[in-house]
């Protein structure tokens, strides 16, 4: 794993709220993070949980054709767990985003079958519920991801003028923009990667996907974190029940049973 940062890769995550690692993984540990991906997110599907997609009750022919997205694989899979927390990564992010303390916020899995819809613009954060500007998420490649297949596109700088604000990942693509029409004047960019790139984004920065107009997956791993003691903001979204009815907006982040801490400076 190629775990060091330069400090142009650093500014420049913290001036366009993304940047791509080329070659992050060698090819032995691509060939691992594909096998346990591929393992735990069938398991995942085998079972009682299934498929954990938030929002099927909203559109759910159309959500369920943007990709197979499976949370929390960590949880249930003991060498999934080893890849995610992996603290190499988590000090990665914390560097990127600038701050001394990281928890896991979820895994998932997230997988563009063939012919698979596009992502709608979106920003990561609003969805959960705790508040950073300093959220962060890691996507990994696990297929080379192409303008053809579905690879990712951010709206450069957004994560500077977010609010909380969102959009859902629906039919309307680009419903994100009527949230922010002064988003409308800046160039859109596309991410091809290689299959073993990591790309970061801050929780906060407009990004979607393409379609996969190919006869094959767009396999990506991903995680999300956020610094510790980001605030409660009143979502249940993943939280179990017991722990988010104990939760007063404003809380602090600190929960090691649902958010380990994975780096600490
Ligand atoms: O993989 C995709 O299509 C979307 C990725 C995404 O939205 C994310 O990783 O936050
Ligand atoms: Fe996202």
């Known amino acids: 794993m190629q775990d060091q940062l330069t400090p142009e890769q650093i500014t420049h995550y913290r001036e366009q709220g993304f940047v791509a690692l080329e070659d992050f993984l060698d090819a032995d540990e691509l060939d691992t993070w594909r096998r346990v991906t591929d393992q735990s997110v069938a398991d995942r599907l085998a079972s009682a949980e299934g498929l954990t997609n938030q929002k099927k009750e909203e559109d759910p022919s159309y959500y369920s054709s943007v990709f197979v997205q499976c949370l929390r694989l960590a949880d249930t899979h003991e060498e999934m767990r080893g890849l995610i927390y992996d603290e190499r990564i988590g000090r990665m992010a914390a560097e990127l985003a600038g701050i001394d303390g990281i928890r896991v916020w979820h895994d998932q899995a997230l997988i563009k079958q063939p012919y698979g819809n596009p992502t709608g613009w979106h920003l990561d954060n609003p969805y959960w519920s705790f508040h950073s500007r300093d959220a962060i998420s890691i996507w990994i490649a696990l297929d080379d991801a192409t303008l053809e297949n579905g690879c990712i596109w951010y709206v450069p700088g957004t994560h500077k003028t977010a609010t909380f604000e969102n959009a859902v990942i629906g039919q309307n693509l680009g419903e ?8 409308k004047e800046i160039d859109p960019v596309s991410v091809p990667v290689h299959a073993g790139t990591a790309v970061f984004h801050n929780g906060l920065t ?10 094959h997956a767009r396999r990506a791993m991903t995680c999300a974190f956020m610094p510790d003691g980001a605030t409660f903001n009143g979502k249940r979204n993943i939280l179990p029940e017991a722990y988010f009815e104990s939760l007063t907006v404003g809380d602090e982040l600190d929960s090691e049973e649902q958010n380990p801490l994975i780096w600490k400076r």
Request: neutral net charge; hydrophobic residues 45%; glycine residues 16%.
């Open 176 to 183: 994100l923009f009527d949230v922010y029409p002064g988003w």
């Open 206 to 215: 407009a990004h979607g996907a393409g379609a996969n107009m190919t006869r």
